[in-house]
């Protein structure tokens, strides 16, 4: 009973032998990602076209109940830059940025998205992920930062300029372009230009300088920080609120309160979609990231428990007043590498911005939007990879078409549309890789027992009988193209007495796949030709077993292939001996 309960509750697992070193490493780390998260989650809010507390509401409770139920011992939840922005599509078409009807509905697309994972995760479909190829995931990430880096520059320039797709969002900048305000453009420049420094240049000068790698660590991730902080003080100092400067404002100084998302039939119809994909794509970006970091310390992680992990903390998103949140890379890797023992970490990280939403909201009050907008630019740039392209043109066209298709469909046509015909080519993709298996005509490598293509080495064959080594898995999508290829050899061949499939790398065959092989044997028989099975697993010699084919099977099943190369051909004698001598 209680190995059960600690599947489901991991924090029985590492809480037990949690210790003075492990509690002063997650302290360190807590600081550090502290300190990186107030900015970011500020910024990512108003991305979601939320207050800007929303940001910090959805960075508290998720991350309490992450450390209860999640595997990973690094991974830091909460608002991230993709999921932020497919937010701001989804809610931004059921109501109005700036209503109670957005706050409400964002709410509920956090309860709909934890739900689902929730679901997902008790019936253990976490493996559904892996329908989604990551070329066409690097193409989505890669569109999505291109989109929330333009979708920013309206802040940076103080403009009012709207759009979903990349064409909309820069026709408005251009039509807006003469209502630049200087001075947030400064501001926002310096920003941007400041951070990029800070990411590249500013843990190197400061190591030169002597200080240790902690000092400078800490310092970097405190850039944002800094940046916030001088230019909320230039513009409270110089009054450039009332010069056009747009700010953040009043944010409410309190923990976040208790809140009901939207229950109305309607809103959750047309919430349920977007919440679906936010929840594939989210888990995906979570699993990676937690796999990789997990990878570095050989701990392992559970996929299906991540999904209740992550489902439950975008369920105490829905409830105090946050949005939908999952694993984001950046401050996973910072709590990673500032020593992160356990989740108590992110606990700690919780415990520094509840603080932090209790008694330095008022200090954002002049904080500029355009510093916000710079901070999200920063950091989404990291993003955008192009180089996929490149390197899927050069390995494989099929998954260049996949990888261009989404990031020119999410680029023209919004997040929704390319997230949704991201999982479409996916499953698309497989589906076409599969319906044309690789199956290599094998012979005998002379003075040995293996079989290799014919057309990749000097083998020996002959004329009488064809083997085929299957290279995948038969189903209902491949096996007209097995039965295909089959009948179109044997009408090649007059000599043919002996048709041999090879199912080393067979690990299925369904009903259809069978049918196929039925009409196969039936044919072959017909024509006074043999089909026999070599080398086939034992799980698919049982489903067979079950059947009427193997005593309709007008040939025989060998072990090895070499054994039926010596009962067909006779040869297998006359090849030992003359490896022996």
């Known amino acids: 009973m209680s190995a059960r309960l600690a599947r489901y509750l991991p924090i029985l697992d590492w809480g037990r032998g949690y210790g003075r070193h492990a509690l002063t490493n997650d302290l360190i780390a807590a600081v550090i990602v502290t300190i990186m998260l107030i900015p970011q989650s ?10 800007p507390q929303a940001g910090l509401y959805a960075s508290i409770v998720p991350i309490l109940l992450y450390a209860v139920f999640g595997t990973s011992r690094a991974l830091a939840v909460g608002p991230v830059a993709v999921v932020s922005l497919l937010t ?26 934890g739900g689902f994972l929730l679901l997902l995760g008790v019936l253990r479909l976490g493996f559904l992920a892996n329908f989604l190829s990551h070329p066409v995931i690097a193409g989505f990430i890669t569109a999505s930062g291109v989109l929330i880096a333009t979708s920013q520059f309206k802040h940076l320039l103080g403009v009012d300029a709207g759009g979903h797709t990349l064409i909309e969002m820069v026709r408005e900048l251009a039509t807006h372009l003469d209502d630049t305000s200087g001075l947030t453009l400064l501001i926002g420049a310096g920003a941007t230009a400041f951070l990029f420094w800070v990411r590249k240049g500013l843990k190197p000068l400061l190591r030169r300088l002597g200080a240790g790698p902690l000092v400078a660590d800490i310092a970097t991730k405190a850039g944002p920080v800094a940046a916030v902080v001088v230019t909320t003080l230039a513009v409270f100092g110089f009054g450039l609120a009332d010069q056009g400067v747009a700010i953040v404002g009043d944010v409410p100084q309190s923990l976040p309160p208790l809140t009901m998302p939207g229950l109305a039939p309607d809103l959750l119809r047309q919430l349920v979609l977007p919440a679906i994909l936010i929840s594939i794509i989210g888990f995906v970006e979570s699993i990676s990231v937690a796999q990789t970091l997990a990878a570095k310390k050989r701990q392992r992680i559970d996929p299906d428990q991540e999904l209740i992990g992550l489902g439950a903390a975008n369920l105490g998103a829905a409830f105090t007043g946050g949005y939908p949140v999952t694993g984001g890379f950046a401050r996973s890797v910072v709590n990673f590498d500032a020593g992160a023992e356990t989740p108590a ?23 500029p939007k355009a510093t916000l907008a710079a901070t999200i630019i920063v950091a989404v740039l990291s993003l955008i990879d192009l180089s996929i392209l490149k390197n899927t043109w050069r390995y494989s066209r099929s998954d260049f078409a996949a990888v261009a298709a989404t990031i020119t469909l999410t680029l023209a046509l919004g997040v929704e549309i390319g997230v949704a015909s991201g999982v479409i080519l996916s499953i698309v993709l497989h589906l076409y890789k ?8 094998v012979g005998l490598v002379p003075g040995t027992h293996h079989f290799r293509n014919i057309h990749r080495h000097d083998v020996t064959t002959d004329p009488r009988m064809l083997t085929l080594r299957v290279d ?8 007209r193209f097995l039965e295909d290829l089959i009948q179109r050899r044997v009408s090649e061949t007059r000599e043919l007495r002996h048709v041999v499939l090879m199912c080393s790398a067979v690990n299925e065959i369904d009903y259809s796949a069978l049918e196929s092989l039925e009409a196969v044997n039936q044919r072959l028989r017909e024509v006074g030709i043999g089909l026999h099975l070599s080398e086939v697993k034992g ?8 059947t009427h084919f193997l005593k309709d099977l007008n040939g025989e099943v060998f072990l090895a292939q070499y054994d039926a190369w010596c009962r067909l051909t006779g040869k297998g004698e006359d090849d030992r001996a003359s490896a022996a001598e």
Do not use: C, W
């Open 434 to 441: 599969t319906s044309q298996p690789h199956v290599a005509e």
């Open 88 to 113: 701001a599509s989804a809610v931004g078409q059921v109501a109005e940025q700036g209503t109670a009807g957005y706050a409400v509905a964002a709410l509920t697309l956090a309860l709909l998205s």
């Open 539 to 546: 799980p698919v010699m049982d489903r067979l077993k079950t």
């Open 42 to 51: 500020l910024a990512y809010a108003l991305l979601a076209g939320l207050p």
């Open 472 to 479: 995948e898995s038969l189903y209902f999508v491949n096996a």
């Open 345 to 367: 970490a992110g606990a700690f990280t919780a415990i520094g911005l509840a603080i932090a939403a209790l008694a330095l909201t008022p200090l954002v009050y002049f904080l």
